[in-house]
Protein backbone atom coordinates (compact mmCIF):
# COMPACT_ATOMS: atom_id res chain seq x y z
CA UNK A 1 0.00 0.00 0.00
CA UNK A 2 1.65 2.97 -1.13
CA UNK A 3 1.53 6.18 0.77
CA UNK A 4 3.64 9.18 1.44
CA UNK A 5 5.54 9.44 5.47
CA UNK A 6 6.68 11.87 7.46
CA UNK A 7 9.36 12.41 9.85
CA UNK A 8 9.29 13.43 12.81
CA UNK A 9 5.21 12.98 13.64
CA UNK A 10 5.44 15.79 16.19
CA UNK A 11 8.07 18.25 17.52
CA UNK A 12 8.33 19.79 20.33
CA UNK A 13 11.22 22.66 20.00
CA UNK A 14 12.16 26.17 21.66
CA UNK A 15 12.18 29.65 19.84
CA UNK A 16 14.87 30.31 17.76
CA UNK A 17 15.74 26.71 17.26
CA UNK A 18 16.01 24.70 14.04
CA UNK A 19 13.61 22.44 12.69
CA UNK A 20 13.61 20.33 9.77
CA UNK A 21 10.77 17.81 8.75
CA UNK A 22 11.33 15.28 6.41
CA UNK A 23 8.89 13.56 3.58
CA UNK A 24 8.98 10.21 1.10
CA UNK A 25 6.83 10.86 -1.65
CA UNK A 26 5.06 7.82 -3.13
CA UNK A 27 7.48 6.22 -4.99
CA UNK A 28 7.47 7.78 -9.24
CA UNK A 29 5.16 10.76 -8.03
CA UNK A 30 7.18 13.48 -9.82
CA UNK A 31 5.27 16.28 -7.95
CA UNK A 32 6.03 16.89 -4.31
CA UNK A 33 3.92 19.82 -1.94
CA UNK A 34 4.36 21.39 1.00
CA UNK A 35 1.31 22.32 3.10
CA UNK A 36 0.79 24.29 6.02
CA UNK A 37 -2.25 23.74 8.34
CA UNK A 38 -3.58 26.07 11.27
CA UNK A 39 -7.18 26.39 12.43
CA UNK A 40 -6.74 30.06 11.54
CA UNK A 41 -5.44 29.74 7.94
CA UNK A 42 -7.15 26.40 7.35
CA UNK A 43 -4.25 24.76 4.60
CA UNK A 44 -1.84 26.49 2.60
CA UNK A 45 0.77 26.46 0.05
CA UNK A 46 4.35 26.66 1.24
CA UNK A 47 6.24 25.14 -1.33
CA UNK A 48 5.54 22.82 -4.77
CA UNK A 49 8.41 20.47 -6.93
CA UNK A 50 8.29 19.25 -9.78
CA UNK A 51 10.82 16.51 -11.14
CA UNK A 52 12.53 17.85 -7.71
CA UNK A 53 13.33 21.64 -8.85
CA UNK A 54 11.06 24.12 -7.12
CA UNK A 55 8.39 25.84 -9.10
CA UNK A 56 6.71 27.80 -6.61
CA UNK A 57 7.94 28.80 -3.42
CA UNK A 58 5.97 31.92 -2.60
CA UNK A 59 4.07 31.18 0.15
CA UNK A 60 7.24 30.45 2.31
CA UNK A 61 9.15 33.07 4.56
CA UNK A 62 12.23 33.07 2.73
CA UNK A 63 14.41 34.33 5.59
CA UNK A 64 13.84 31.62 7.87
CA UNK A 65 12.34 28.52 5.27
CA UNK A 66 13.91 26.51 3.23
CA UNK A 67 12.44 23.34 1.12
CA UNK A 68 14.69 20.92 -1.05
CA UNK A 69 14.67 17.76 -3.02
CA UNK A 70 18.27 15.80 -2.60
CA UNK A 71 16.78 13.29 -4.42
CA UNK A 72 13.61 11.87 -5.86
CA UNK A 73 13.04 9.79 -2.24
CA UNK A 74 13.12 12.50 -0.21
CA UNK A 75 11.83 16.01 0.28
CA UNK A 76 13.12 18.21 3.39
CA UNK A 77 11.68 21.79 4.97
CA UNK A 78 13.76 23.48 7.13
CA UNK A 79 12.85 26.14 9.57
CA UNK A 80 16.01 28.58 10.90
CA UNK A 81 15.53 30.01 13.47
CA UNK A 82 11.54 28.89 14.14
CA UNK A 83 9.26 31.46 15.68
CA UNK A 84 6.12 30.49 17.84
CA UNK A 85 3.91 31.44 14.97
CA UNK A 86 5.16 28.44 12.85
CA UNK A 87 3.55 26.12 15.24
CA UNK A 88 1.32 24.46 12.89
CA UNK A 89 0.68 20.88 11.35
CA UNK A 90 3.33 20.39 7.79
CA UNK A 91 1.56 18.28 5.36
CA UNK A 92 3.96 16.92 2.74
CA UNK A 93 1.62 15.66 -0.59
CA UNK A 94 2.92 14.14 -3.52
CA UNK A 95 1.11 13.84 -7.01
CA UNK A 96 1.53 12.62 -10.73
CA UNK A 97 0.04 15.58 -12.91
CA UNK A 98 -0.94 13.18 -15.65
CA UNK A 99 -3.25 10.45 -13.80
CA UNK A 100 -6.79 10.33 -14.41
CA UNK A 101 -7.82 12.38 -11.39
CA UNK A 102 -4.88 14.51 -10.61
CA UNK A 103 -5.26 13.62 -7.20
CA UNK A 104 -2.46 14.71 -4.34
CA UNK A 105 -2.12 11.97 -1.87
CA UNK A 106 -1.16 13.54 1.69
CA UNK A 107 1.56 12.23 4.23
CA UNK A 108 0.41 11.93 7.89
CA UNK A 109 1.86 15.72 8.65
CA UNK A 110 4.28 16.30 11.16
CA UNK A 111 2.97 18.89 14.29
CA UNK A 112 5.00 21.34 15.17
CA UNK A 113 4.96 23.55 18.56
CA UNK A 114 7.47 25.89 18.71
CA UNK A 115 7.65 27.24 22.63
CA UNK B 1 -7.00 35.62 -6.94
CA UNK B 2 -8.65 32.50 -6.79
CA UNK B 3 -10.66 31.90 -3.96
CA UNK B 4 -12.91 29.12 -2.08
CA UNK B 5 -15.35 29.49 0.99
CA UNK B 6 -16.89 27.18 2.32
CA UNK B 7 -20.39 26.39 4.16
CA UNK B 8 -21.42 25.87 6.50
CA UNK B 9 -17.89 25.63 8.92
CA UNK B 10 -19.85 23.19 10.69
CA UNK B 11 -22.84 20.44 10.54
CA UNK B 12 -24.69 18.47 12.66
CA UNK B 13 -26.73 15.25 11.69
CA UNK B 14 -28.41 12.76 12.56
CA UNK B 15 -27.94 9.39 11.17
CA UNK B 16 -29.95 8.78 8.56
CA UNK B 17 -30.34 12.78 7.99
CA UNK B 18 -28.99 13.92 4.58
CA UNK B 19 -28.00 17.22 3.86
CA UNK B 20 -25.32 18.95 1.58
CA UNK B 21 -21.96 20.78 2.27
CA UNK B 22 -21.37 23.82 -0.08
CA UNK B 23 -17.65 25.45 -1.65
CA UNK B 24 -18.40 28.76 -3.71
CA UNK B 25 -15.13 29.25 -5.65
CA UNK B 26 -13.90 32.11 -7.83
CA UNK B 27 -11.12 31.03 -10.27
CA UNK B 28 -10.04 32.10 -13.38
CA UNK B 29 -10.18 29.25 -16.04
CA UNK B 30 -10.89 26.05 -13.49
CA UNK B 31 -8.83 23.11 -14.36
CA UNK B 32 -10.32 20.91 -11.51
CA UNK B 33 -12.03 21.10 -8.35
CA UNK B 34 -11.67 18.50 -5.25
CA UNK B 35 -12.95 17.18 -2.81
CA UNK B 36 -11.13 15.97 0.31
CA UNK B 37 -12.00 14.12 3.51
CA UNK B 38 -9.58 14.67 6.54
CA UNK B 39 -10.06 12.56 9.96
CA UNK B 40 -8.67 14.12 13.10
CA UNK B 41 -4.72 13.67 13.25
CA UNK B 42 -4.32 12.59 9.74
CA UNK B 43 -3.50 14.31 6.42
CA UNK B 44 -6.47 14.99 3.96
CA UNK B 45 -7.60 12.03 1.86
CA UNK B 46 -8.68 12.54 -2.12
CA UNK B 47 -13.00 11.53 -2.85
CA UNK B 48 -13.36 13.38 -6.24
CA UNK B 49 -12.42 15.67 -9.04
CA UNK B 50 -14.76 17.20 -10.90
CA UNK B 51 -13.48 19.26 -14.30
CA UNK B 52 -16.61 20.91 -15.55
CA UNK B 53 -20.32 22.13 -14.70
CA UNK B 54 -22.63 19.91 -14.48
CA UNK B 55 -20.24 17.20 -13.91
CA UNK B 56 -21.12 14.44 -11.28
CA UNK B 57 -19.54 11.65 -8.60
CA UNK B 58 -20.75 9.59 -6.57
CA UNK B 59 -18.63 7.70 -3.84
CA UNK B 60 -20.49 5.28 -1.37
CA UNK B 61 -23.03 7.74 0.31
CA UNK B 62 -21.35 10.65 -1.16
CA UNK B 63 -22.08 12.75 -4.41
CA UNK B 64 -20.38 15.62 -5.35
CA UNK B 65 -21.67 17.88 -8.25
CA UNK B 66 -20.36 20.77 -9.99
CA UNK B 67 -21.58 24.13 -11.35
CA UNK B 68 -19.97 27.28 -13.09
CA UNK B 69 -19.54 28.73 -9.26
CA UNK B 70 -19.80 26.19 -6.43
CA UNK B 71 -20.08 22.60 -5.74
CA UNK B 72 -21.98 20.79 -3.53
CA UNK B 73 -21.02 17.50 -1.47
CA UNK B 74 -24.10 15.49 -0.97
CA UNK B 75 -24.22 12.94 2.09
CA UNK B 76 -27.32 10.28 1.55
CA UNK B 77 -28.63 8.60 4.96
CA UNK B 78 -24.82 9.29 6.81
CA UNK B 79 -23.31 7.31 9.27
CA UNK B 80 -21.43 8.22 12.14
CA UNK B 81 -18.11 7.21 10.41
CA UNK B 82 -19.10 9.77 7.84
CA UNK B 83 -17.87 12.16 10.57
CA UNK B 84 -14.84 14.47 9.27
CA UNK B 85 -13.76 17.72 8.19
CA UNK B 86 -14.52 17.73 4.54
CA UNK B 87 -12.16 19.93 2.30
CA UNK B 88 -12.39 21.59 -1.12
CA UNK B 89 -9.95 22.74 -3.11
CA UNK B 90 -9.92 24.50 -6.52
CA UNK B 91 -6.80 24.29 -9.47
CA UNK B 92 -6.65 27.52 -11.74
CA UNK B 93 -5.47 28.13 -15.28
CA UNK B 94 -2.53 30.57 -13.81
CA UNK B 95 -2.22 28.09 -10.69
CA UNK B 96 0.54 25.93 -9.96
CA UNK B 97 -1.08 23.81 -7.22
CA UNK B 98 -4.25 23.62 -5.13
CA UNK B 99 -6.07 26.47 -2.78
CA UNK B 100 -8.77 24.96 0.09
CA UNK B 101 -11.52 26.39 1.56
CA UNK B 102 -11.46 26.09 4.93
CA UNK B 103 -13.30 22.90 5.39
CA UNK B 104 -16.92 21.60 6.99
CA UNK B 105 -16.63 19.65 10.00
CA UNK B 106 -19.25 16.93 9.92
CA UNK B 107 -20.56 15.45 13.13
CA UNK B 108 -23.31 12.80 12.63
CA UNK B 109 -24.75 11.32 15.69
CA UNK B 110 -26.16 8.05 16.30
Request: aromatic fraction near 0%; proline fraction near 25%; charged fraction near 30%.
Given at each position: DARVTQTPRHKVTEMGQEVTMRCQPILGHNTVFWYRQTMMQGLELLAYFRNRA????????KDRFSAEMPDATLATLKIQ???????AVYFCASGL?????NEQFFGPGTRLTVL | EDQVTQSPEALRLQEGESSSLNCSYTVSGLRGLFWYRQDPGKGPEFLFTLYSAGEEKEKERLKATLTKKESFLHITAPKPEDSATYLCAVLGQAGTALIFGKGTTLSVSS
Open positions: PLDDSGMPPSEPRDSPLSGD | -
